[in-house]
C-alpha cells in the first residue's frame, strides 16, 4: 500500500458529459472514489487540469499572449479546484483547496509545510494553478508537486485501461503495455499519454507513474493498494 499518492485528473474527465465546464456528479463519484483510498490509510493529493475551461496553448494568437493564455488556463484550473473541493467536503470528505498562483482571497496558498499539515489530519489536498508558471501543463505540475510533497506515485487516470502501442479507440488490434521504462515512455513517439516533459522530469528523478481507467469504481484504491492497475511506468 502506498503512503501518500499524487492523483492528476483532467478538466476533461471532470466534465463528463458536458462539452465544457463541471459535471457535479463525476465529482461526486470522485469523491466516494477517493474516500475508498483515504479510508485505507493512503493520503491523496491531487491536481486537477483545466482543459475543460481553457487550454493556453490552443487559445494564444488573436491578440492574445501566451503567457496570457497560460494563464487563462491556469485559472481554469482554480475553478476545478474550488468546485471540487466544495463538492468532496460535502459527500463527507475533509479536503483542502491550495492554490500555486497567488489568490489568497479564494483559498490557501501552496506552502510545502501547510500541504503536509493538512495531509498529516487526514484531509485530502487539492492544488489548483498548475505550477503557477507558463508553457508547462498540469502534467508537468503533478510530477512537480508528487516529488515536492513526497509522494510515493503519480496516477494519471484516462479513458482507457493503460498505454497502448496505438489509439485502442481507433485501432482494435492495438497492444496494452502492463509495464514500461521511463526511457520507454519518453523514447516512444507514439506514447502521448503524458507530456514529454513530465515524463522526462519523472525519469530523471526516478518517480513512478501509473496511468489507468478512472472507470470502474475502486480502480484508483486498487492501484493506492499496490495492485498492478493499468500500465506502470518506472
Ligand atoms: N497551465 C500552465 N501552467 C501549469 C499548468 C497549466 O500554464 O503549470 C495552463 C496551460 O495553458 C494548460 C492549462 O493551464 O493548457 C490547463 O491545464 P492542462 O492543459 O494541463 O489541463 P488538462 O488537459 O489536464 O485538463
Known sequence: MYKRILLKISGEQLSGQHESGLDPEIAKWLANEVKQVTDSGTQVVIMVGGGNYVRGAQIAGHGIKRVTADQMG???TMMNALAVTDIFEEQGLPTRCLT????EQVAEPFIHRLAEKHLERGRVVIVG???GRPYVTTDT???VLALEIDCDVV???TKVDGVYDSDPVQNPDANK???LTHQQAVENEQIKVMDKAAMGLAMEQDMSIVICCLEPSGNIAKVASGETVGTTIS
Open 141 to 143: 505540475a503533478a510530477v
Open 74 to 76: 491556469m485559472l481554469g
Open 100 to 103: 500555486n498562483i497567488f489568490a
Open 177 to 179: 503495455f502492463d509495464s
Open 155 to 157: 496516477i494519471k487516470t
Open 129 to 131: 494553478g498548475g505550477s
